[in-house]
């Protein structure tokens, strides 16, 4: 990770380096059963107050993300039901991701991997860049509305997703946090 100002090295010396919140998600993640690159191990090195390098290394998955096979299925393989079934296992991946207690806070489509089993279908869903990730015991329905708006799905497709995440209608005062 690139060096920043030194606020940020403050804030990193309480709330734990970019590095060091990604192992701490992903162990967690691991613990659950909920699919991340495995840390593989992390080096801090400090000099005085500052953060002079932070390196995170993984083992390296090769899927794409969910956003390039979004599109690929967009342009090349319209069937609603194989659009279903990939947001499908996005959102209980998702739901399970939070029931962990991982709020990852750049949740986005680029930071989804999808694994392909080889057929029509997807085996195992990658949470990735954990960096901004912070764990909390039980994920608000302001949290969860945050995190789920940084998806990027045309509205109805939005709407199908979140009935899917919750397995049902959304509790009261998520659509505005989402919204």
Sequence with gaps: YARRNGLQDWIDRCAGTRATRSTRAAVVLEAAGV??????GYLDRWDGGRLVESYLLTRYVEAPS???????????????????????????????????????????????LVIPDGGD?????????????CLCRKL???????????LSLP?????????????????????????
């Design 155 to 179: 509205p109805d497709l939005l709407r199908v997703f979140v009935f899917m995440y919750f397995q049902g209608n959304p509790p009261a005062g998520f659509a505005a946090w989402e919204s």
């Design 140 to 150: 608000t329905p302001r949290r969860r509305g945050r995190e789920i708006s940084r």
């Design 66 to 112: 969910f956003k390039d096979e979004l599109i690929r299925l967009y342009r090349h393989d319209p069937q609603c039901e194989k659009i279903m079934t990939l947001m499908q296992r996005v959102a209980g991946a998702v739901r399970a991701m939070h029931a962990a207690g991982v709020f990852h806070r750049d949740l986005g489509n680029q930071n989804i």
């Design 121 to 133: 279908d997807w085996r195992d869903v990658c949470f990735i860049d954990l960096n901004r990730s």
């Design 35 to 40: 699919g991340t690159p495995a840390p593989v």
